[in-house]
Structure formats: C-alpha cells, structure tokens
C-alpha cells in the first residue's frame, strides 16, 4: 500500500512547481555558473592543445592519420566508463572531469582545423608569396584568418557536444545543471528533471549563438561578401522587369 501510495501521490502533483523554482534561484544561479566554468575550461582547454596539433599536422601529413586515430578512439569511448576508469586516478574532483570532457573536443578541432586550412585557396596563398611574406606570415595573415569559419563551426560543434556531457559529470559531484537532472530522477521530482533538461538544452542554444556572433565578428570579409551577393541578387532581373 505503500507504494501505491507513493506513486497515487506522484500523479497527484504538478508536472512544474514553480514555487520551488522561485524558492531555489540561488542554487539554480550556482549550478549554471558550474555547467558554464566547465564547458568553457573544457573548450579552452580543448582548443589550446588540439589547435597546435592541427597545424601540425597541416604541414606534416604523414601525422595527421595517426593523430585522428587516437583522438578517435578517445571519442569512441563511453563517457560513463571513461570517468569510472579516472577515479581511482583523479577521485572525485573537476580534474576527473576536464579529462573526460576535454578527450571528446580533441577529434573535432583538429578535424575542423585542419580541413579549414586546407580549404584556403592556393592563388589567395601564391598572391601572399608574391608579396614577401614569409612561410609564417602567410599561416597567420592569410591560411588562419580563411580558415576560421570552418575553424568557428567545429567550436561550435564541440561547444553544444560539451554541454550535453557536462551533465553527465554530475555522477561524480558536479554536472552543473545535470545535477537536477540526477537529484530528479533519484527523487521521483519532474521538477527538477525538467528544468535541469530546459537549461541545458538552453545553455547549448545560448552558446551556439554566441559563437556564431564571434564567427561573424572575426570574418569581417565574409559578412561584405554577403551584403555583395544579397545586393546583386536584388538588382537580377526577373522576367516580370524584362517583360
């Protein structure tokens, strides 16, 4: 009976209680700056060692398989097991997780990386060798700054992967909004099953958004190429003008 009970006492409540909600802002504030310091640490992190690889294996691309084969595997790894095998390594402890989630960026920045700088067109190379510019120069004044939307779109990638997996970590202490998603399932409280699910979807959409500002903000070039094409297309005649 008692379990009968429990579950009649289950149905009877609301699927959103929003006075809980309002009771436990301050805890939701805390737990979203965690899921926040972890998804950019991770990115950071991710970024700072894949980004040199990459380039790299850009200039050396006898590495470039070997590379993607082992953060491959990193990829392919279950999260869940991944962590189980740091623990008796790191414990319980943001360093536990910073391993776990930074493995998953390596193979999308480097990929991401390498095939931007691979797509700069070799005339927009040769015209900077015309000019002086040093092997160097050219990397950095030429190869990079082209190569950035495809560079921007694999952080983006890596951005809304990290956020789902943060809250993963939540079974080891942290998780950030993934620790409502754990403390509901564990407490029968669609509350917090649901808002931890909310903002974490939201979180992801905020950060996709905000790289795509960043996209637009370092390629300066590619925004007047568009306005370019979205005037010409305006001022095409249609056969109604002709006609």
């Known amino acids: 009976m008692t379990g009968v009970a429990h579950l009649v006492r289950l149905a009877a409540e609301p699927l959103i209680r929003w006075d809980w909600i309002g009771d436990h802002l301050d805890e939701i504030k805390a737990r979203g700056l965690e899921h926040l310091q972890l998804t950019v640490l991770t990115l950071v992190i991710g970024f700072a060692i894949s980004f040199p690889l990459a380039l790299l294996a850009h200039r050396h691309r006898q ?3 070997p590379l993607t084969w082992v953060t491959g595997i990193l990829y392919t790894i279950p999260s869940l097991a991944l962590f189980v095998a740091l623990l008796p390594i790191t414990g319980l402890s943001i360093t536990t997780a910073l391993i776990g989630l930074v493995s998953y960026t390596l193979l999308i920045f480097i990929r991401n990386t390498v095939a931007g700088l691979d797509g700069v067109p070799e005339d ?3 015209a900077a060798r015309g000019m002086g510019y040093t092997p160097r120069q050219i990397l950095w ?7 950035m939307p495809v560079i921007v779109a694999g952080v ?3 951005a809304v992967t ?3 997996l943060v809250t ?10 993934g620790h409502f998603i754990l403390r509901g399932l564990r407490e029968f409280f669609s509350t917090l099953t649901l808002l931890g699910a909310v903002l974490s979807v939201a979180l992801a959409v905020a950060a996709d958004a905000a790289l ?3 996209e637009w903000w370092l390629t300066p070039w590619a925004r007047t190429r568009r306005t370019d094409r979205a005037t010409q ?3 095409r005649p249609t056969k109604e003008t002709m006609g």
Request: avoid cysteine; charge should be positive; hydrophobic fraction near 50%.
């Open 212 to 214: 795509l500002g960043v």
């Open 124 to 126: 927009a190379k040769e």
């Open 162 to 164: 990290t956020v789902g």
């Open 168 to 177: 993963i970590t939540a079974l080891i202490g942290l998780g950030g909004f």
């Open 156 to 158: 983006r990638i890596a």
């Open 63 to 65: 590495i470039y398989a």
């Open 233 to 235: 297309s305006q001022r």
């Open 141 to 147: 004044r030429v190869e990079v700054p082209l190569a």
